[in-house]
């Protein structure tokens, strides 16, 4: 059983990770939740932690962002956007067991103090920015290291801010398809 509570957005949400791993999950029923279910939430982390496991779209971040800026020591679970969609629907309830499993044991906390282990400069260099397709490799490599998609900023702080190791950075880089060093 996973010890953190798992907060997703909706009840079949609920039922997708109840299917894949044994945990307890609360939904937020969407962005409309009310202060006392950001209060619960509160007392829910400092006893057991929470691992956010939102929608990877728009509302989905918007969501966390907003949980993660009134809940300290939360940790983040991302879904790729490809295995969470299924018929048009982008959504946690579309994704296989494996992938649920496989997002939530690459759950990280967020890091609280400043950290520049990465620059702009890198990902330029590493063609993640600025370059011809970049948009997809930060892709892959979001889904390799487990931190989502995030365009250029997002994606720089992610690598910051989720503790990210200059070589667990390069491994996984050379895990990409088609990286040459």
Known sequence: MIKEIIVVEGKDDIVAVKNALEAEVIATGGFGYKKDFIENLKTVAEKRGIII?????????????????????????????????KK????VENASKEDIIEAIKKARPIIIEKREEFT???????????GLNSKEKREELGNILGIGYGNSKQFLNRLNNFGITREEFIKAL????????
């Open 53 to 85: 496991l939102t929608d990877p779209d728009y509302a989905g971040e918007k969501i966390r962002k907003d949980l993660s800026r009134n809940i300290k020591n939360c940790k983040h679970a991302f879904l790729p956007r490809g295995k969470a969609f």
């Open 174 to 181: 050379e895990g990409m398809e088609g990286y040459d060093g």
């Open 120 to 130: 702009k400069e890198d990902l330029i260099d590493l063609g993640l920015t600025g």
């Open 88 to 91: 048009g629907d982008v959504g």
